[in-house]
């Protein structure tokens, strides 16, 4: 059970239709930057305009219609425009207007002028023009700065650009279920933790999230169900998991019953289509089994489920946008921000009583459970983003901040140390911003996608630190 992902660009290139650049020395760019999409190498399929205008290269606002049609009966989720010299601003800002998706300019640097002075493209300027109209009409974009499509700027920008696409998507929603992205929501948060309340009725106005409930009682049903007459799948998870982690504390029988938990939850994620999920714990659940979900929430989001604990929809929505920052192909988890270090002033130590997936840990750890079903283990070294959408009286931030792993003393449960430029900082903006101790880490620095992701949600403001 594993979700796997893919975004769709609609690659649009534009020439000025009164300009003297012939229709062969515009495809020459047009050309060069296909040529280095296509080595991109990530999980995106691109969607061109070759079979509704001449040349695949938009020149007037009369074709703004076909466009529009193609790419949407594509199913397209951004818009890449290249400049191929000067390019129309009225058909971009128009395709932007009609589109409303995630839109990127470019065009490729100009040669040097002729012996004569003769320029044939004037991209760069045209790129002015195109984004003071787009300003003008409304339209959100992002642009890669004028350079060739061979650079390593053209490389870095696309790929930013498609992470931030990305998200995007993911929050808007996440597959054919319906639009706007949806929380599965198990069971209830703690009733004394007032700092992880939400408001099901802002994410859904303010942002198109619905929060679907999912009773205990339901889940217990299913969950025994699946306990009394096992499948082959469930019997591949419990081998799975006894081949991973030392379980001899938590017993066969609550084992099996994890399992069955996972295998549940996820399958439920899929039916609602749901692209992450809040999970009551230690409250509910450990009474009717006897031990705390900490690895059925580690075990889903490293398959791409991600699953906020205690409870914390919020929580959910951060992690949904973190794992569509790098095309689901990498698990974030969900930590505590609990102390900080005893020596080192930039550090805190991120952690919570056990669901970090093992998929995280760190090389030469002896990854077992507890008898309560919580992981035991240091997740690995490497560079982290840390994020927390959060929302208080009506408005809305997401907190953005990337630092690295560092050593730290020994913890139970799972947990990693966060090495950081100025904690202080960090630490007053967590406090007097509208976020609370939970905040959602992946591996990798994504700050750049998640802040320029916020420029297409209305509503949802950027707080980096």
Wanted: hydrophobic content about 40%.
């Amino acid at each position: 059970m594993s979700r796997a992902f893919k975004l769709k660009l609609g690659v649009v290139p534009v020439k000025r239709s009164t300009f003297f650049t012939s229709v062969e020395n515009c495809l020459i760019p047009k050309n060069h930057a296909l040529d280095a999409l296509k080595k991109l190498d990530q999980p995106v399929e691109l969607v061109t305009i070759d079979d509704v205008v001449p040349s695949g290269i938009a020149t007037g606002p009369e074709q703004v219609a076909d466009i529009a049609a193609h790419l949407n009966a594509q199913g397209v989720d951004a818009i890449f425009v290249i400049h191929t010299d000067f390019g129309s601003e009225e058909v971009v800002a128009k395709i932007g207007k009609v589109m409303q998706l995630p839109m990127l300019l470019w065009g490729e640097r100009d040669d040097a002028p002729s012996a004569e002075g003769v320029r044939i493209r004037d991209t760069q300027c045209g790129i002015f023009a195109s984004s003071k109209v787009l300003q003008r009409f409304g339209v959100p974009f992002t642009y890669i700065e004028n350079c060739l499509a061979s650079d390593k700027a053209f490389a870095d920008g696309v790929l930013n650009f498609c992470r931030t696409a990305a998200v995007v998507k993911v929050f808007r929603n996440l597959g054919p279920c319906g639009s706007g992205m949806k929380i599965l929501k198990v069971g209830e948060r703690p009733s004394s933790f007032l700092s992880v309340m939400s408001n099901e009725d802002e994410l859904l106005s303010n942002f198109g999230i619905e929060v679907v409930p999912m009773a205990l009682g339901v889940l217990v049903q299913k969950v025994n169900e699946l306990t009394a007459k096992p499948t082959a799948e469930l019997t591949e998870k419990i081998k799975s998991l006894k081949s991973r982690m030392a379980t001899d504390s938590l017993g066969d029988e609550k084992l099996a019953t994890l399992a069955a938990l996972v295998l549940t939850v996820g399958q439920e994620m899929d039916s609602q289509g749901a692209a992450a999920a809040s999970m009551e714990c230690w409250s509910g659940l450990s009474r009717f089994f006897g031990f705390v979900p900490c690895q059925v929430i580690g075990e889903l989001t490293f398959d791409g489920y991600p699953v906020s604990c205690e409870g914390d929809i919020n929580g959910a929505v951060t992690a949904a946008m973190l794992h569509a920052a790098d095309f689901y192909r990498s698990s974030s988890f969900f930590a505590d921000l609990t102390i900080r270090h005893p020596s080192n002033e930039n550090a805190e130590l991120l952690w919570h009583c056990g669901p970090f997936p093992q998929g995280l840990m760190k090389q030469g750890e002896s990854p077992a459970l507890d008898d309560g079903g919580r992981g035991q283990w240091r997740l690995k070294d490497g560079e982290l983003t840390i994020a927390r959408f959060d929302g208080l009286n009506g408005e809305y931030s997401m907190f953005i901040g990337a630092g690295k792993t560092c050593d730290g003393p020994k913890s139970t449960g799972t947990y990693v140390w966060l090495e950081v430029d100025d904690w202080v900082k960090w630490e007053k903006k967590l406090v007097e911003g509208p976020y609370i101790h939970h905040v959602v880490g992946i591996y990798g620095d994504f700050t750049a996608a998640l802040k320029e992701a916020c420029k297409y949600i209305p509503g949802l403001a950027a707080d980096p630190v």
